[in-house]
């Protein structure tokens, strides 16, 4: 299985401050139609899953700009430029390159 | 506008058959490209991918739980379903269907196993 390795456990930063998750696979996630299916996700406490960016860096509908995705292969970035404080919850990477999919363990975003 | 909501027994015994369905709209399984999921969630923990299943009936099982898992599909009702046989106490967790792609999820089922 594919082996997402996800840090921080968790994060405190103030309002306005930017924020920074890494997400490194235990292989390649080029599939072979030459896509990444590198997906990150947000957990708000109480809710399902959301996916915020799908395909690295492509943001989902509504989901504004303040968050971006960068990376390739093995070597994965979610940045906040500025945090909020509805941006508070469980990030999370997810890999839908290979079977099975496999999650990260998860990113806790909390206020300073 | 997509939706999918997902449904189970609530409680089971250990060694039981879970049965979980998950009734969408929006979108048909019987349409090229498209695919749902089962994930689950123990309280407080992570996410784990269970088993995928495709417009063309092709089916993905987590090896983990390979022997366990049987996911189909009910094409003119809009459904789709996950068993997992023989339930113990680590089976208990939140589980979610999602549209592959995972854009679209449900508010989760929660399923506690105990004697």
């Known amino acids: 299985d594919v082996v997402m390795t996800q840090t921080p456990v968790s994060l405190s930063v103030a309002i306005g401050q930017p924020a920074s998750i890494s997400c490194k696979s235990s292989?390649?996630?080029?599939?072979?139609?030459?896509?990444?299916?590198l997906n990150w996700l947000l957990q708000r406490p109480g809710q399902s899953p959301k996916r915020l960016i799908y395909?690295?860096?492509k943001l989902d509908s509504g989901i504004p700009d303040r968050f971006s995705g960068s990376g390739s292969e093995t070597d994965f970035t979610l940045k906040i430029s500025r945090v909020e404080a509805d941006d508070l919850g469980v990030y999370y990477c997810?890999?839908?390159?290979?079977?099975?999919?496999?999650f990260g363990a998860g990113t806790k975003l909390e206020l300073k | 506008q997509v939706t999918l909501k997902e449904s189970g027994p609530g409680i089971l015994q250990p060694s039981q058959t879970l049965s979980l369905t998950c009734t969408f709209s929006?979108?048909?399984?019987?349409?090229?490209?498209?695919?749902v999921g089962w994930i689950r969630q123990p309280s407080g923990k992570g996410l784990e991918w269970l088993a995928n299943?495709?417009?063309?009936?092709?089916?993905y099982y987590n090896p983990s739980l390979k022997n366990r898992l049987t996911i189909s599909k009910d094409t003119s009702n809009n459904q789709a379903f996950l068993k997992i046989t023989n339930v113990d106490t680590a089976d208990t967790a939140t589980y979610y269907c999602?549209?592959?792609?995972?854009?679209?999820w449900g508010q989760g089922t929660l399923v506690t196993v105990s004697s």
């Open positions: 999602a549209r592959m792609g995972f854009a679209y």
């Open positions: 929006g979108f048909s399984l019987s349409t090229y490209g498209m695919g």
């Open positions: 299943i495709w417009w063309d009936d092709d089916k």
């Open positions: 292989q390649s996630l080029v599939h072979s139609d030459g896509k990444t299916y």
């Open positions: 395909l690295v860096s």
């Open positions: 997810l890999q839908g390159t290979h079977f099975p999919n496999t």
